[in-house]
């Protein structure tokens, strides 16, 4: 045998001891990481288990209110809920909401962080949306820029947005109307919102509620209009119903009040309410004077015969109802009186005595009563 040969010979059995020692090797090497991932794993998964099941330690012990912005990423959430002490600063949280598979589905907005919560709910929360919800109370009476000094004050809605929006001709045709503004038609009554809700989503609500009150009444008054009253359609209804809303506190005089609103429009008599003067007047200082009762505007009832321009209020169901279903009186006029409710007649000697006898302290007596004679 050549020298070759029997090196190649030599090499053979070597190659092939060393390639089965290579295998045998391997077959013990991937079990053993096998093992080895499964611990790692098994380990990792405990490790944010843990956590996800833990309550974070914060100092805080009560309830805790987090707004977080619009357009906030994942590590902008994050931070706000270490900065407000809702979480501790922990790794496991991104691998915890990424094993959750909502790393990307955290939403903005307002939320309520008791301090029972482990992290799991915490993020859950965020998720879900759970928005904490604040009271709006919109008052009986109120006007649109009252309610928009509200939702600047208590919500961060800036006043001229919620003007512009109740005022938008496109926006009104799109909640059912058909009117120049949503005065009046913003419906007083206690919602409930949550911080960066759309201003159009709050006022909708308003208009909604408007909507049902109106179809819940009006199942009442069948036909509605009556026959028999001046008030033709709901807008005219909703007009006459801010003033009475505006003319009165006391829910037992409300009927009375439209009653007489009701028979002057009958008789074609100027309704001279101040209320209406005082909302055609801008920046009013809170002091109504004769001048301002002779200046002619689209709200001047002493003025201008018939009912003014537009709402002066939002009424609520009591006024709207007053109006459906007036009082059965031949009243014509109405004083106050020192206690705040009114004194009405139905003749004007009868209602100049009675402005004599309980407006003395006024600095412009007797004015509606001047004003009267001259029709």
Known sequence: MSAEKEAESGRQPLTGAWLRGFLHGRKLLFPAVFILLAIFFTSYRLWVSSYASSIPRTARSEAI????PPESGFSAIKKILIDNN???DDIRFRLLARRMGIIGKLQAGEYNFSPGL???AIIEKIAKGEFYYRPLTIPEGYNLTQIASLLENSFGYKSDNFLNQVNNPQYIKSVGLDVTSLEGYLFPDTYFITRGQKLTEIISMMVGRFHDIVAEISEQEKPFPSASSPIKTLHEMVILASIVEKETALPQERPLIASVFLNRLKKHMKLQADPTVIYGIPDFNGNITRKDLLTPSPYNTYT??????GPIANPGKASLLAV???ADTDYLYFVAKNDGSHYFSNNLQ???RAVMRFQKQRSTP???SALEKKQ
Do not use: F
């Open 366 to 368: 007797a004015t509606e």
């Open 350 to 352: 009868e209602h100049n």
């Open 86 to 88: 809702i979480i501790n």
């Open 65 to 68: 209110i987090v707004y977080i």
């Open 304 to 309: 201008q015969t018939g009912l003014p321009a």
């Open 324 to 326: 459906l279903h007036p």
């Open 118 to 120: 482990n992290n799991r």
